[in-house]
């Protein structure tokens, strides 16, 4: 996959993500904190003011900043593995 394609799929699930959250602030069936923070993880990779905001979020609420950085790890994990960049042939 090169870059630029890299690059565009995670501004469209990111900001996916984003809309989702905002949707789930509305309805009781979504998560929408959720979804925002985990649209917020994929964006801040991207871009400086998404990275700052979850910064701030980290330091004001630091379990949600423990579990945002497993979560983190293990999706770069899951990215890996589906990637087939951690494969050893």
Do not use: C, N
Request: aromatic residues 8%; charged residues 20%; without cysteine.
């Amino acid at each position: 996959m090169t870059s630029g394609t890299k690059r565009i799929l995670i501004l469209i699930v990111g900001w996916a993500f984003i809309l989702l959250g905002i949707v789930g602030l509305f309805l009781p069936i979504l998560q929408g904190v959720l979804f925002l923070l985990v649209g917020l993880i994929i964006l801040s990779s991207e871009y400086v003011w998404a990275h700052r905001l979850l910064t701030r979020l980290r330091e004001r609420f630091p379990k949600m900043g423990r579990t945002a950085d497993q979560a983190t790890a293990k999706a770069a994990a899951w990215l890996r593995r589906i990637s087939g960049l951690g494969k050893t042939d």
